[in-house]
């Protein structure tokens, strides 16, 4: 069965910043539609794009440094009332949760992948399962991965 179509970094219809960097950005939009089955729209994404710079989610220099507020903006956009925890990264075939995640949030429902790739950008995220196989490229044509760096892992919480 294929997936939902979700609206792309590249989208003709999004800001220029959006189009141009907003790779982890729409990752994390792309892991709040998979988890609630909705898809959101340009105005929805747009509009949590400007909240996130508002809110300082979005540094100045334009890099995500709340990713998981920015999942539980679109979560709650799309009606759910849980939300995702930041537990820890996947590097080099390890595992390492956060020390402050208790046992209980120890668990990976979603995982963002961090890529090099030969463009202009160099790196590039998109959303993967636990055995790193790609389930949503937030770019059309997906970017091809020249090597890994990480996975940041998040855990559901309802």
């Known amino acids: 069965m294929k997936g939902m179509e979700y609206i792309k970094q590249n989208d003709s219809r999004l800001n220029e910043r959006i189009q141009k960097i907003g790779c982890f950005f729409i990752s994390c939009a792309d892991v709040a539609q998979m988890k609630t089955g909705k898809a959101l729209t340009t105005l929805q994404i747009e509009e949590t794009w400007k909240w996130a710079k508002e809110a300082k989610r979005i540094d100045a220099l334009e890099n995500i440094v709340d990713s998981a507020s920015i999942i539980n903006r679109f979560l709650k956009i799309l009606g759910d009332s849980g939300h995702f925890c ?16 208790k046992q209980k949030h120890r ?11 030969g463009g202009k950008g160099k790196t590039h995220f998109r959303v993967v399962n636990n055995r790193g196989e790609v389930l949503e490229d937030p770019h059309t044509p997906p970017i091809k991965a020249l090597g890994v760096y ?3 892992l998040y855990a559901y919480i309802d």
Do not use: C, M, N, V
């Open 86 to 101: 930041e537990i820890g990264t996947f590097r080099d075939g390890k595992t390492e949760f956060y020390p402050a995640i």
């Open 107 to 117: 668990h990976i429902d979603a995982l963002i992948q961090k890529i090099a790739q």
């Open 150 to 152: 990480y996975s940041i």
